[in-house]
């Protein structure tokens, strides 16, 4: 069975509209939320970039019952890890255990604001290494103090802790990350629906644990409309993260997309008001074994009218074809 989601995707859309989106997709039925955490939008047209955290906040008062996470904060340059974990616990004590913590390395997009110049790959898994045991031993309770080759935490503790614990997932994108975060998150985050990763994930892991997609799509009754939409605002999606995550602004995205057609993103993203196309564009991440998978509503303001088509039609439709999950919420392993 699968838990279908939905995106509240900072970079399109205002902190209090963001809010009102929590609450409307909680009502519209979808099973989890995730939010970004970003400082810049990829372009310049989707015109927003609030602090995910102060939204956090709001999001676990607001809303009542639906889990949901980060989908991903960086803890390795905006953010010390120490921080992190921090905010986690308090945004899982606001939620009353609903929240999980997301974490990836990051994109020179949101992380040049503090001018420490951008990591190479291997420098930032090693970052995003010691971030992870940090987070994880500050979220364990108790006094943390560690010196590593990129971090120092001087005697730290987290003095308001869930019950619960926070559970992590962490993002990878092959068998290296994969074998370097199965054995210590609680689930796994892939852009790309390929069943490698997820054999690869539950192998390292020694258990079957929770796995997240993402699918964007433009849905609108005019498939026209929802096409110029998408080319507009998220013709960047088609450039693939190891690319994605080394351009430092929106002018290098505009540039590096700027010979992207129309058809190219609408061959990529559905488009347009066929509920077919939109439960088919689930199908890869359903068949490589995702658990979740969270849908990205292309266009701020289609976000309210979104929310009412999946409340009667996208989700019964989804859940139909491939069955409704009755734990979307994620666990601390144990």
Known sequence: MTSFGYTLMTEQRGPRELVADAVAAERAGFDFEV????????????????????????????????????????????????????????????????????????????????????????????????????????????????????????????????????????????????????????????????????????AAAGAELPKIGQQPISWGPDAGAATDRAHSLFRWFGGGWKVNAELPGTAGFAAATQFVRPDDVAAAIPCGPDVDAHVEAVR??????FTHVALVEVGGEMQPDFCEFARTTLLPALREEYGKSEGPGLAVRR
């Not at 980060?70 to 986690?88: E, N």
């Not at 068998?175 to 790309?192: E, K, L, T």
């Open 284 to 289: 890869p991440f359903v068949d490589a074994g």
């Open 35 to 202: 939010m970004s955490d970003h400082y810049f939008p990829w372009l310049d047209e989707m015109g927003h970039a609030p602090y995910a955290w102060s939204v956090l906040g709001a999001v676990a008062t607001a809303t009542e019952h639906v889990p949901f996470m980060t989908y991903v904060t960086c803890p390795i340059m905006r953010y010390h890890p120490a921080v992190v974990a921090q905010k986690a616990a308090t945004v899982g004590l606001l939620s009353g255990g609903r929240f999980a913590l997301g974490l990836g390395a990051g994109e020179n997009l949101n992380e040049h604001v503090v001018g420490r110049g951008w990591p190479t790959a291997d420098v930032r898994q090693e970052m995003l290494d010691e971030a992870v045991a940090i987070i994880r031993d500050l979220l364990g309770g108790g006094y943390v103090t560690t010196q590593g080759r990129h971090f120092r935490v001087d005697s730290a503790k987290l003095w308001d802790l869930p019950d619960g614990g926070v559970p992590l997932a962490v993002a990878v994108s092959g068998a290296q990350s994969v074998q370097r975060y199965a054995p210590v998150a609680d689930a796994m985050v892939a852009v790309q629906p390929e069943a490698e990763l997820v054999r690869g994930w539950d």
